[in-house]
Structure formats: C-alpha cells, structure tokens
C-alpha cells in the first residue's frame, strides 16, 4: 500500500463512508430476505411511528431526496405497504401512512434490524457505544 493510499484513508470522511458502506451492505443483506430495500425500510420505520408526515417530512427523516422518496413511496403504494391522505389541517399536503400489510411486514422485519444493531452494539463496549452515538449525532 503506498503512502498516498494510506494518507487518503486517514480522513475522516473516508473512515465515515468505507464504516457507512460497511454497515449498509451487512443490513441490506438482511432486508433482502424479505425483499425491502434499506430507503423502503426507513419510510416504513418513520411511518411506524403513528404520526402521518408530508412527503416534506419523511424525505428529511428517511434521508432522502424528495424525487427519489416520490418514486419509491409510488411503488410502496402499489405494493400496498403505504397509502396517501389528504392532510386534516391543509388540504394542500398529502400525509403518508402505513397500511395494516406495511405494520404486519414492519413486524417482520424489525427483528433481522435489531440483529443487525446488536452485531453493530456487541463489535463496541457500552462507553464506547454511547460515545460513537453521541459524536454521530453531532456530525449529522
């Protein structure tokens, strides 16, 4: 390995992506079983929650652009895991929710992500861990 490469792998947001690709690959894995990507995973963890959100708010918490969540949540419709309601306060938004097949298949799947944040938790001791979500949290 030469001294540029080793020097390249020293910053950080080098160590943040090859750890993000790391983790996202180990995850997609497990949701491939039961045939959800990682974005559909996170609309459906957002939703779970029971607040209906604009399209505005799940692309902000699911990290996704807005035309890109318009895409998938299209197909979501047609799967049947997510349907649009026309927002109570203004009739001008469009609240997504989960349908009862979305709840069943977030039931599904919330045990193979638990897996994987326990793979994540054990690689670290409790300080450590507690100290890795505090700092992430500061970055993003």
């Given at each position: 390995m030469s001294a540029q490469q080793k020097h390249f792998e020293q910053h950080l947001s080098y160590a943040l992506a090859a750890a993000h690709r790391t983790v996202?690959?180990?995850?997609?894995?497990?949701?491939?079983?039961?045939?959800?990507?990682?974005?559909a995973w996170?609309?459906?963890e957002c939703l779970d929650a029971g607040d209906p959100l604009t399209m505005g708010e799940l692309a902000r918490?699911?990290?996704?652009?807005p035309s890109a969540l318009s895409k998938l949540v299209d197909r979501m419709v047609?799967?049947?895991?997510v349907h649009r309601k026309v927002a109570d306060e203004d009739h001008r938004?469009?609240?997504?929710?989960?349908?009862?097949?979305?709840r069943h298949r977030m039931l599904q799947i919330r045990p193979d992500v638990e897996?994987?944040?326990?793979?994540?938790?054990?690689?670290l001791d409790t300080e450590s861990l507690a100290f890795l979500r505090e700092v992430l949290s500061k970055l993003s």
């Amino acid at each position: 390995m030469s001294a540029q490469q080793k020097h390249f792998e020293q910053h950080l947001s080098y160590a943040l992506a090859a750890a993000h690709r790391t983790v996202s690959q180990s995850l997609a894995e497990r949701l491939k079983k039961h045939g959800i990507k990682i974005e559909a995973w996170r609309v459906m963890e957002c939703l779970d929650a029971g607040d209906p959100l604009t399209m505005g708010e799940l692309a902000r918490r699911a990290l996704l652009n807005p035309s890109a969540l318009s895409k998938l949540v299209d197909r979501m419709v047609q799967d049947g895991l997510v349907h649009r309601k026309v927002a109570d306060e203004d009739h001008r938004q469009v609240n997504l929710l989960l349908t009862s097949l979305g709840r069943h298949r977030m039931l599904q799947i919330r045990p193979d992500v638990e897996a994987e944040d326990r793979t994540l938790s054990d690689i670290l001791d409790t300080e450590s861990l507690a100290f890795l979500r505090e700092v992430l949290s500061k970055l993003s």
